[in-house]
């Protein structure tokens, strides 16, 4: 049995990937403008990095909106869970006291087969549809 995958379907996970990436950026942006925050003055939130944070996490939102729109919720909501991947492999290197261990290695592996399982299953399950 040939597994199918439309093109909707394909351009709607790509979707969300990049939502993903937005997402993360967005989150990496928030804590970078969080460290420039002085306790007691609410206006030093105010910086660029916590504005490019609201930017960056708004066009990750956009785009799971239109990726919504293309394909299944139930194939295309799992991969949002790759936001950690992307914060895994980028804040050890802007955020001295992020690291990654051995465990959060293993986390960022199981996250990454379960996504592709998922996606792997819901094209079989779509096969058995168009065949049956």
């Known amino acids: 049995m ?4 439309t093109r909707t379907q394909k351009r709607a996970m790509a979707l ?3 939502c993903t990436i937005f997402t993360s950026l967005g989150q990496i942006f928030w804590k970078l403008g969080v460290n420039k925050y002085i306790s007691g003055n609410i206006l030093s939130l105010l910086n660029i990095p916590f504005i490019f944070g609201f930017v960056a996490y708004g066009l990750g939102a956009l ?3 239109i990726a919504f729109r293309r394909g299944e919720l139930s194939v295309l909501y799992p991969i949002v869970a790759t936001s950690y991947v992307w914060v895994s492999l ?15 290695w293993a986390g960022v592996i199981i996250i990454l087969i379960s996504v592709s399982i998922l996606g792997w299953a819901s094209s079989r399950k779509k096969a058995e549809v168009l065949d049956g």
């Open 63 to 65: 785009l799971m909106l």
């Open 90 to 104: 980028i804040s050890p290197r802007l955020f001295p006291d992020d690291f990654m261990n051995a465990w959060k």
């Open 2 to 5: 040939d597994v199918i995958i």
């Open 16 to 18: 969300m990937v990049v």
